[in-house]
């Protein structure tokens, strides 16, 4: 990426050369059913069989059990993925067949299908807002924010942004809790309770009739495995895309989509077989640009247009340690900053 030394120049120069972005992504948005189908079997599958070696495992040894589910978790990130696009009308032609491959999805993932989607397309419209970043979002203060609060609230916040609760708490909160009784509520207020309370009721059938056929302590133990490494690789994912140094974050007034979209999402350059598990979602930027495009064809996009990742910040497994001291962000110099980094700028800020 190139360096940013004025985020309006920079900016302007997107809005520029890249207004017709799209005309660009036009043809990447047609879904391909064949395509769809080879995803759904080449992630169904092993999962699946995945799963089964799991159940035996159990008799031979703990270890070898959490090995496999390590494995599994990314083909159920995979899964995932299928119902994420499904959530975008992407996937396939068909918008029918789109609702019962989703459905079908949330019953592995425990994601109630349609609110998650409802949330995560309110994502995609408003990434980048300061207004609405609690919902669908990794939550954070900007620096006026911080340095208003109380001593106990940044506290409070210093032991949100803790790794442990990032990456291990919020997940299981978000998915036992905030999936269950639709915390994100608000943003979704055309999807109804009885919806999600149908979509959670399915998913808990399932899982009880399961458990009373295989045994309960294998089944939970297996699935909740499998779902707690899935929100990880999740929660993690989302954060390297959103929560970067010179990420792009401000309020409605000043806000532009484009911009939001190349600066404010990442392009996590993985090794093709974490890319392939991860169902290309690396690919972040184009995927915001348009949420049409269906996973299959973001490498096409991305490989035939470079422009499309001329400003974005490109992001490996190496560089992902420092984003993770990324705490506030920084409305003037329009960065994410270390807690390290805004007490300098603060104790320069009161020797003035």
């Known amino acids: 990426m190139k360096k940013i030394t004025s985020p309006n120049k920079i900016d302007d120069e997107i809005k520029s050369r890249l207004k017709n972005w799209k005309e660009i992504i036009e043809n990447y948005k047609i879904p391909d059913n064949t395509k769809a189908v080879m995803q759904i079997i080449t992630s169904f599958i092993p999962f699946i ?4 070696l799991m159940y035996y495992s159990l008799s031979w040894s703990i270890w070898i059990t959490l ?3 390590v494995i599994n978790g990314f083909f159920l990130v995979r899964i995932f993925i299928i119902q994420h696009d499904c959530g975008h009308q992407s996937f396939l032609t068909s918008k029918r067949w789109n609702e019962i491959v989703g459905w079908t999805c949330s019953i592995f ?3 109630p299908f349609k609110y998650w989607a409802k949330v995560h397309n309110f994502h995609h419209a408003h990434s980048g807002q300061l207004e609405t970043r609690d919902i669908g979002d990794v939550p954070f203060k900007t620096t006026n924010e911080f ?11 210093r032991l949100l942004r803790t790794p442990l609760v990032l990456f291990v708490i919020s997940p299981i909160y978000y998915f036992a809790i905030s999936n269950r009784l639709g915390v994100e509520w608000k943003a979704v207020k055309r999807v109804s309770l009885k919806m999600l309370f149908k979509n959670n009721f399915l998913i808990a059938a399932v899982y009880i009739g399961l458990a009373w056929l295989i045994g309960w302590k294998e089944f939970f133990l297996i699935q909740f495995m499998l779902i707690f490494v899935f929100a990880v690789i999740a929660f993690w994912f989302f954060y390297i895309q959103h929560q970067h140094e010179f990420s792009y974050k401000h309020w409605k007034k000043n806000w532009d989509f484009l911009v939001s979209a190349i600066r ?10 974490l ?35 001329e400003y974005v910040t490109v992001v490996r497994i190496k560089d992902t340690f420092k984003i993770l001291k990324s705490k506030l962000w920084d409305e003037e110099l329009e960065k994410m900053l270390s807690f390290k980094e805004y007490y300098q700028l603060e104790r320069m800020r009161m020797a003035r």
């Open 49 to 52: 069989a995945l799963w089964v």
């Open 67 to 69: 090995g496999l589910g």
């Open 109 to 111: 993932s425990s994601l």
């Open 147 to 157: 340095r208003s609060m109380s001593k106990w609230g940044k506290f409070k916040y």
């Open 264 to 273: 404010g999402s990442t392009y996590y350059k993985l090794p093709k077989p």
């Open 275 to 309: 890319q392939w598990l991860t169902g290309n979602i690396g690919i972040h930027h184009i995927h915001h640009l348009s949420a049409s495009i269906p996973n299959y064809n973001l490498p096409k996009a991305l490989k035939e247009h470079k422009i499309l990742s």
